[in-house]
T-cell receptor
């Protein structure tokens, strides 16, 4: 079974600064998909960014980018030019390319952007 | 375009009562997933359904919990004889097909409180 670990329960960053959230995972599969979801106080889950394991190029979405290190099984999220609206819980998630279609989530990192 | 709808948003039950949680997927989506989020934790997969079929229920407790996704109408997660430990946020997600790369769109969740 896959596991996803987020070792930083809480982080804070000053507005306009850059912050990196860590995520490691464990799997025996060679191909899979990784995601970062954001859960603001409204509790709505919002997809931030996704990465396919067979793609070496790191995914980027505007101010959000990932550092995907397949050998190290690491998938960190970098948020540049942090904004107050980025304050939320961030979850890293894994999805198998096999028959299992569910997402396996980490325990989350609460990010607070300070004015 | 309406996203995933869940109702009720908040549900209070006394121990021993039944809880029924409803999920209407994005229009045209035929795949539904249920996740449970306990306080201070990440989301945990419960069950994956297609229209009229349960595909994977490996994350759902064997007793008291059941799920369905009928040909017509919303998906229902049913919890019989609720206990305090069932208090959690229950999220539904939908996707258009079973493709591994298909994004799962999440609903706003139902927060169940068992008194």
């Amino acid at each position: 079974a896959q596991t996803v670990t987020q070792s930083q329960p809480e982080m804070s960053v000053q507005e306009a600064e850059t912050v990196t959230l860590s995520c490691t995972y464990d799997t025996s599969e060679s191909n899979y998909y990784l995601f970062w979801y954001k859960q603001p106080p409204s509790r709505q889950m919002i997809l931030v960014i996704r990465q396919e394991a067979y793609k070496q190029q790191n995914a980027t979405e505007n101010r959000f980018s990932v550092n995907f290190q397949k050998a190290a099984k690491s998938f960190s999220l970098k948020i540049s030019d942090s904004q107050l609206g980025d304050t939320a819980m961030y979850f890293c998630a894994f999805k198998s390319s096999g028959s299992a279609r569910q997402l396996t989530f980490g325990s989350g990192t609460q990010l607070t952007v300070l004015p | 375009n309406a996203g995933v709808m869940q109702n009720p948003r908040h549900l209070v039950r006394r121990r021993g009562q039944e809880a029924r949680l409803r999920c209407s997927p994005v229009k045209g989506h035929s795949h539904v997933y249920w996740y449970r989020q306990l306080p201070e934790e990440g989301l945990k997969f419960m069950v994956y359904l297609q229209k009229e079929n349960i595909i994977d229920e490996s994350g759902m407790p064997k007793e008291r919990f059941s799920a369905e996704f009928p040909k017509e109408g919303p998906s229902i997660l049913r919890i019989q004889q609720v206990v305090r430990g069932d208090s959690a946020a229950y999220f539904c997600a939908s996707s258009p097909s079973s493709g591994v790369y298909n994004e799962q769109f999440f609903g706003p969740g139902t927060r169940l409180t068992v008194l």
